[in-house]
């Protein structure tokens, strides 16, 4: 879309090449969704996304929550990833077959078994992706690290970052959400 528009440009890089970070300059806007704790590096690739966030601009993050089974979905997926190509469609049809009978037996229970099964049907509709594949995704999304609320506060308070949105999973598996401000120089952001 727009090859020719001078006004933005697409270009491919890693969070964790510190010399194409330093090129990049900063912006009012960084949006960092669900990827740092998918690089093996998440508190090197968190320090980068802090240094592309201009004075005043806007840091947009979401990182998995470490819940009670963030361990347990660790093991999951670093043996999945290790396992051969052939064998990945039955290991994860075994991970997602306990899951998906707890929900679908939820689904009777509250006599809502024809929407559990609509959802499957036109779920690329809303994910952009068939259910089969955004299962495997969650499966084999490896490295995968987790953070406490928290810890993402705290480091981002330390590079001059104030919370002004949060969302959270309690103690769940999926992604915390967290909108960061960063201080313009020379002043403080006010909290309300």
């Not at 009670?68 to 999951?76: E, F, G, L, V």
């Not at 991970?95 to 099964?117: M, T």
């Not at 959802?119 to 499966?139: A, F, K, T």
Request: include cysteine; charged fraction near 20%; proline fraction near 3%.
């Amino acid at each position: 879309y727009s090859a020719n528009d001078k006004n933005w440009s697409v270009e491919e890089g890693s969070i964790l090449d510190d010399k194409l970070v330093a090129k990049l300059g900063t912006f009012e806007l960084v949006y960092c969704w669900g990827v740092a704790h998918h690089t093996g590096q998440m508190w090197h690739a968190l320090e980068n996304v802090s240094k592309v966030v201009a004075s005043g601009g806007i840091c947009w993050l979401a990182i998995y929550n470490d819940g009670a089974h963030s361990r347990r979905w660790r093991i999951i997926k670093r043996l999945y990833c290790k396992l051969p190509d052939l064998l990945r469609p039955i290991y994860a049809a075994l991970v997602i077959l306990p899951v998906q009978s707890l929900k679908l037996w939820n689904a009777f229970i509250r006599f809502r078994a024809i929407a559990y099964f609509h959802e499957i049907l036109n779920y690329r509709r809303h994910r952009g992706m068939s259910w089969w594949h955004d299962q495997v995704d969650w499966i084999g999304g490896y490295p995968y690290e987790t953070a406490k609320p928290e810890q993402i506060l705290a480091f981002y308070r330390n590079r001059h970052f104030q919370l002004t949105w949060m969302s959270t999973v309690g103690g769940g598996t999926a992604c915390n959400q967290f909108l960061l401000a960063r201080e313009q120089q020379g002043r403080r952001l006010r909290t309300s």
